[in-house]
């Protein structure tokens, strides 16, 4: 029998499931930790401060973290909350 599961919740699944599997992997975006978005929701209570990371407005910023973090060895998501918004941070990218 097959699980059927919406994008979002198989989304918000693959989360939880690479954050417990690698200590390495950080989440980052823009109100992740208040869980506006049903995709983040219960991240932060699970994985906490350390883990979750709420970011400035300012996606080219965070995006440069990201990537810095990235050559440091983290293993990191990044949730840019409109996809148009990942054009300010081409530059980092």
Do not use: C, W
């Not at 200590?23 to 978005?37: Q, T």
């Not at 883990?51 to 407005?57: G, H």
């Not at 918004?85 to 081409?90: E, R, T, V």
């Amino acid at each position: 029998m097959s699980r059927v599961l919406s994008y979002v919740g198989a989304l918000r699944e693959a989360l939880f499931q690479s954050m417990e599997a690698d200590l390495a992997v950080l989440m980052l975006g823009e109100n992740i930790r208040g869980e506006v978005r049903p995709e983040t929701k219960g991240l932060h209570a699970r994985f906490g401060d350390a883990r979750v990371l709420d970011m400035p407005i300012s996606e080219a910023a965070f995006t440069g973290f990201a990537t810095g973090a990235a050559l440091a060895g983290g293993r990191i998501i990044v949730e840019f909350q409109v996809s148009s918004l990942i054009y300010p941070a081409f530059d980092q990218l």
